[in-house]
T-cell receptor, first 114, second 112 residues
Framework: EPEVTQTPSHQVTQMGQEVILRCVPISNHLYFYWYRQILGQKVEFLVSFYNNEISEKSEIFDDQFSVERPDGSNFTLKIRSTKLEDSAMYFC????????????FGPGTRLTVL | KQEVTQIPAALSVPEGENLVLNCSFTDSAIYNLQWFRQDPGKGLTSLLL?????REQTSGRLNASLDKSSGRSTLYIAASQPGDSATYLCAPCVGNTGKLIFGQGTTLQVKP
């Protein structure tokens, strides 16, 4: 069964460093999302991406964040200068259609900023 | 702005009980609602997707209902088992881009 994959599973970085979180969505999916979950808190929407551009971003998704689909398979989230409060689990999701279709989630990347 | 509330926050039951988890949302303009399971420190496993036009959706021992106009969904788990112990999240799909808005979850413990 097709699945969303994410790498790495755990990333440890120093404050101020850049990190890139990688996702491989399901191959025929067209809409992509990043969510994050700070320990003990709700899962929060970060950004949605369609047709090679951001379609919506949340207040969390400031200038330190960027997303890219560099080729036909990968979908990346970059944090330019990490802060302690960026420590969280980051989930990638994809769906075939934007409205009404199931979103499939990857296993997540746990980001720890020291 | 869509707000999602799940009640109760935590639930502990003996094995075999039937139970109901509640989810309420403030904006009825949703496309669908997904229920997820999350084990500690792990990812999100999709359990059920219920479309806005549907009233119920079933998968095995799980049954989800949706009353869109009143902003409520319930997840019914029949004959609970210790393996059902996890956090259950509801997430309506909203907006022009189909983002999911998550509740805080209900943490379920089923005791043998």
């Amino acid at each position: 069964e097709p699945e969303v994959t994410q790498t790495p599973s755990h990333q440890v970085t120093q404050m101020g460093q850049e990190v890139i979180l990688r996702c491989v969505p399901i191959s025929n999916h067209l809409y992509f999302y990043w969510y994050r979950q700070i320990l003990g808190q709700k899962v929060e929407f970060l950004v949605s991406f369609y047709n090679n551009e951001i379609s919506e971003k949340s207040e969390i998704f400031d200038d330190q964040f960027s997303v890219e689909r560099p080729d036909g398979s990968n979908f990346t989230l970059k944090i330019r200068s990490t802060k302690l409060e960026d420590s969280a689990m980051y989930f990638c999701a994809s769906t075939t259609g934007r409205l009404g279709n199931e979103q499939f989630f990857g296993p997540g990347t746990r980001l720890t900023v020291l | 702005k869509q707000e999602v509330t799940q009640i109760p926050a935590a639930l502990s039951v003996p094995e075999g009980e039937n139970l109901v988890l509640n989810c309420s949302f403030t904006d009825s303009a949703i496309y669908n609602l997904q229920w997820f399971r999350q084990d500690p420190g792990k990812g999100l496993t999709s359990l059920l997707l219920i479309q806005s036009s549907q009233r119920e959706q079933t998968s095995g021992r799980l049954n989800a209902s949706l009353d869109k106009s009143s902003g409520r969904s319930t997840l019914y788990i029949a004959a609970s088992q210790p393996g059902d112990s996890a956090t259950y999240l509801c997430a309506p799909c909203v907006g022009n881009t189909g983002k999911l808005i998550f509740g805080q979850g209900t943490t379920l413990q089923v005791k043998p």
